[in-house]
């Protein structure tokens, strides 16, 4: 089972007194396992979001501090911002970020409430996957009437917080905690100032929509349905919540998202939609910023989106993905975005010691001839096979970009993107093989005093050996998919490279005979026997087809360039 990694994005009513959020982030990150992965000081909205990870209990005790220290030191009496807020932690969300279900995580913030509300005598309303009173859940509505109006909200029947005092202590007023799936806050930049035609462009967009009125859609009598409610027009846009505002630090109005939902609409496709919604209204996009992180894959799906539209192919690396994704979207229009600091995992994949895969190719090789045994025949087998299917990511490339093939873009542009995919696990088996040496380095290393000790210790050399048969076994499995790609990049890609395709098939060929020795000689020192022959005849398997599959098509190969 994967490790339990929650994420906690509180949003703290302070943006203007760095010293004020710093005691804030010192008594979260006094919690040793959580990390901070990002802080967002926003002065014209007068709010800060912050955000760490690490295993539940330890974010919770995180959180509970942050929200202690917010509630010590912000006054909500003198308080004065854009953004709507009803205390100082506005609302502490805690979201799933791998290992641990939806459930388990509202869970966890219940406690957080509890904890909170007991502790702290602040006021609590769980909401989203936290709140079972589905009337109660949607986060704009419990704040509806913000700070100012909680006072008498506070004490109405149906507004009794879920835990906490049911009056609003007037120096830290309330807080909202719940669970939640990535929320995306999302600006769209506008190249004018007027908040009226930013909040009818938000209207336009936002799931709510606007209510109907007659006559003039925007002064006229509101339309009331047969049960005296309002009638209302949706927007365009599902799991979308927006507001116009002005942003007197940039000069410019800005429309106001939050994506509650980037599955059903992704950046890109609000993006898109802004910018045909403002020109209607005589308006243009200028640009746009993501608030806090964001996960990767709405960025790599913006990328591909765009590229798309360009009629080319969509096969290129994360990084390229990235680079058309900012670019498209306009994120650095108003403060350089640095992929490294704002996409979660790459923040959450950092660490003090340097892979392999950092490593520059000098770099490489010096480690890979030094004394030291790892890197080995392992990590050097992931890393052909990553170099041979990155041969064939290029040819694929070349022929969806080829003069004339344009009816075949589409087709070359999925080869690319499959091999992509299929680099990006070579990649990762590169660092892994050395990880799995280095287990069984450990585990010989653990004591051996006792009957209990010497237990113990044999069965963690068996187990890190198991896995470091695994790894090279996953190095042969993914090189060997990659043969199809090159094949076909040898049969239909651009002639100009098909020498390109052979050298990547050799490549493929010398990884996975490589990857091979490594798994037999892991296999035959395993104390499990069964075990270790299914592996090796799993290996032989591969091994055979592999060299079958690649010698024909580098005849094929030799055929086409023969004179």
């Not at 943006?15 to 919690?31: F, H, L, M, R, W």
């Not at 309303?125 to 109006?149: D, F, M, T």
């Not at 392999?356 to 490489?364: K, M, P, R, S, V």
Request: charged fraction near 25%.
């Amino acid at each position: 089972m994967s490790k339990q990694i929650i994420e906690c994005v509180p949003n703290f009513s302070e943006g203007q007194n760095p010293e004020i959020i710093k005691q804030i982030t010192n008594a979260i990150e006094s919690v040793e396992g959580v990390k901070l992965l990002h802080v967002d000081m926003g002065k014209a909205t007068n709010r800060t979001v912050v955000t760490f990870a690490g295993e539940p209990s330890l974010v919770v005790e995180a959180a509970f501090l942050g929200i202690q220290k917010a509630a010590e030191l912000i006054d909500m009496r003198t308080h004065k911002g854009e953004h709507p807020r009803m205390g100082a932690t506005d609302v502490c969300p805690l979201v799933p970020v791998s290992g641990i279900s939806m459930e388990d995580c509202a869970k966890w913030a219940i406690k957080l409430a509890e904890k909170v509300g007991n502790e702290l005598q602040i006021p609590v309303y769980l909401y989203e996957e936290a709140q079972p009173n589905k009337l109660r859940s949607n986060l704009s509505v419990i704040r509806g009437g913000e700070y100012e109006g909680f006072v008498e909200k506070i004490k109405l029947p149906e507004w009794q917080p879920d835990f906490g005092p049911q009056v609003l202590p007037l120096k830290h007023g309330a807080t909202v905690i719940g669970a939640r799936d990535f929320l995306i806050a999302y600006n769209i930049n506008l190249n004018t100032k007027s908040t009226r035609i930013a909040n009818r462009i938000a209207f336009d967009v936002r799931e709510a929509g606007r209510v109907k009125r007659e006559g003039n859609p925007y002064s006229g009598k509101v339309v009331k349905d047969e049960n005296g409610e309002d009638v209302r027009i949706p927007g365009t846009l599902k799991s979308v919540k927006a507001i116009g505002w002005y942003i007197e630090e940039y000069g410019m109005a800005q429309i106001s998202m939050n994506l509650t939902n980037y599955k059903i609409t992704s950046v890109h496709q609000a993006f898109d939609e802004v910018c045909a919604k403002a020109e209607e209204r005589g308006t243009r996009v200028t640009g746009s910023e993501l608030v806090g992180l964001v996960p990767l894959q709405p960025l790599l799906d913006a990328g591909k989106h765009y590229l798309n539209k360009q009629g080319r192919s969509i096969g290129v690396s994360d990084k390229e993905l990235i680079h058309i994704a900012i670019q498209s979207l306009g994120l650095n229009q108003l403060g350089e975005f640095n992929p490294d600091e704002r996409i979660i995992e790459y923040v959450l994949a950092k660490s003090p010691n340097k892979k392999l895969i950092d490593l520059t190719i000098q770099e490489f090789a010096d480690e890979t001839a030094s004394e030291s045994p790892a890197p080995g025949g392992g990590s050097v087998s992931a890393l052909c096979a990553t170099l041979g299917i990155s041969l064939g990511a290029m040819v694929a490339n070349l022929s969806a970009d080829k003069r004339g093939w344009e009816d075949r873009t589409a087709e070359f542009s999925n080869w690319a993107e499959k091999a992509q995919q299929l680099k990006n696990q070579l990649v990762h088996l590169i660092d892994e093989d050395t990880n799995a040496f280095n287990a069984i380095m450990t585990a010989m290393q653990m004591p051996k005093a006792t009957d209990e000790e010497k237990q113990l210790r044999k069965q963690a050399i068996e187990n890190a050996s198991v896995y470091a048969t695994v790894v090279p076994l996953n190095t042969m499995k993914a090189a060997f998919q990659c043969i199809d790609i090159l094949k076909n990049m040898v049969e239909k890609g651009n002639p100009n490279s098909i020498t390109d395709a052979a050298v990547g098939l050799l490549c493929i060929k010398t990884a996975v005979r490589g990857a091979y020795f490594n798994v037999m000689i892991n296999a035959k020192g395993l104390a499990n026997k069964e075990q270790a022959n299914a592996f090796a005849t799993e290996a032989r398997a591969i091994l055979k087809e592999n060299h079958t599959q690649i010698d024909t098509a580098l005849e094929q190969v030799e055929t086409a360039i023969h004179f």
